[in-house]
């Protein structure tokens, strides 16, 4: 079944305007919102406050949305028992509505916060060993584990998920996603590439995930996409370039010393036509249904929608009303 969610940007908004959108977003009928957990924003006019804080107040004041971050880096400013319990105690608050995104995570954050970025190769072997030590905690058992990164002594989360929370591997490239297919319950990624690259990055995906005696098709692909409901192509891109222009420029996500200023810098020189390829931009719901199809029709079943447009209440409105029951519609979906 595909499902349709909403992306909230803490790079963008306070937390309090947040959650007035996560209450809109259930209010439109979306099946689930995500959002980003970062230290530091993509710009200097943005905001970072912290997303687990916030997923404590989208439960409470939501009944039905599902939430996860996407994604969590489990591996540096946070020990995993620690996103062990903070997934947990959200799992506890909303239950069988919670999933987590896991990722080896970006140098903007990561060195930021804690002075530390080992390379690829080590940042994803410490991701296999947190993902060990979460779902080992996860069972409510008395864990003491003896990893080569990390180390627990008869650790327990007194306060268990209510319910089995879904793990899914971010991948943006096709050699991580056999990794996310052996070791995770399903995929997320981002849009806006050529086609050719998602057909790799399933492929590896449903590989890896064979290999590890899973089903692929039983498991969840999620891929956020860009959209912005307007007929003001000019405005649109210039609140992408605002707030977003970093997540254009993936080569300097590696980088150690990346700050928010920097990303300013990187959006002065991204070229609107990158943008407008990688983004639907359109006030005709139809041409979202189409951008949306597209994505649908290359294998993914769970498709996040972010727009950097201020005025988020409106554009979650329209979607609700214009573009979802189309969606649904053609999918099938009642």
């Not at 940042?123 to 003896?146: N, Y």
Request: charged share 20%; hydrophobic share 40%; glycine share 8%.
């Amino acid at each position: 079944m595909v499902q349709f969610g909403w992306k909230a940007g803490p790079e963008q908004f306070p937390p309090n305007e947040l959650l007035d959108q996560a209450i809109a977003v259930e209010q439109a009928g979306f099946d689930f919102i995500e959002a980003s957990d970062h230290f530091h924003p993509w710009s200097e006019a943005g905001q970072a406050p912290f997303t687990w804080t916030w997923f404590g107040a989208v439960a409470a004041r939501t009944n039905r949305i599902s939430m996860g971050p996407g994604v969590t880096c489990p591996i540096l400013r946070y020990h995993p028992s620690i996103i062990a319990q903070a997934a947990a105690t959200v799992s506890a608050m909303a239950p069988g509505r919670f999933f987590l995104c896991v990722g080896t995570g970006e140098a903007l954050n990561e060195y930021a916060a804690t002075g530390m970025w080992p390379g690829y190769d080590e940042r994803q072997e410490r991701l296999l060993e947190a993902i060990q030590l979460i779902r080992a905690l996860w069972t409510g058992e008395e864990i003491s584990f003896d990893g080569e990164f990390y180390l627990t002594r008869k650790a327990k989360l007194y306060t268990p998920p209510a319910s089995k929370i879904p793990l899914y591997i971010s991948t943006l490239a096709p050699g991580s996603a056999a990794f996310a297919g052996q070791y995770g319950d399903g995929l997320i990624t981002v849009g806006g590439k050529q086609p050719e690259l998602y057909a790799n990055i399933l492929k590896n995906f449903e590989k890896g995930a064979r290999e590890a005696g899973k089903n692929p098709r039983q498991m969840p692909k999620i891929i956020e996409i860009n959209v912005e409901y307007t007929g003001n192509e000019e405005a649109a891109i210039q609140n992408m370039k605002k707030y977003w222009a970093g997540t254009y420029v993936p080569a300097l996500f590696d980088q150690k010393i990346y700050t928010p200023a920097m990303s300013a810098q990187n959006g002065e020189v991204v070229g609107s036509d990158t943008i407008k390829k990688a983004s639907c931009i359109s006030p005709n719901p139809d041409d979202h249904v189409k951008f949306a199809q597209h994505y649908i029709d290359m294998g993914f079943d769970q498709l996040v929608f972010h727009s950097a447009d201020p005025n988020q209440r409106s554009v979650i409105e329209a979607y609700g009303q214009h573009v979802l029951p189309k969606l649904r519609s053609k999918a099938g979906v009642a």
